[in-house]
């Protein structure tokens, strides 16, 4: 930690996905690995069981919308408040 596992060495060349998971790191920082992980799957069966959706779901969890919506800023993490994501929660 931290390490970011691509399934093809040419997509580390993608900025944006770097910056996503990035930011993914970034909130695993913050909160501790086991804490991140277990409220992750905690919204994603939140999500899951009110929607019945499990790619609804994923986009739902609040770590997914705080990273979708800001990897395309790739100075983002420079000016990111502490646990930002709270601001992300449905």
């Known amino acids: 930690f931290p390490f970011i596992i691509l399934k093809d060495k040419r997509l580390k060349n993608n900025h944006t996905l770097i910056n996503h998971e990035k930011i993914h790191l970034r909130q695993q920082l913050e909160m501790g690995i086991i804490l991140f992980y277990l409220w992750y799957l905690a919204e994603f069966l939140y999500w899951y069981i009110k929607l019945r959706n499990g790619e609804m779901a994923y986009e739902k969890i609040s770590f997914e919308q705080e990273a979708y919506r800001n990897e395309n800023s790739l ?5 990111r408040k502490f646990w930002e994501f709270l601001k992300y929660l449905s």
């Open 75 to 79: 100075n983002y993490l420079k000016n």
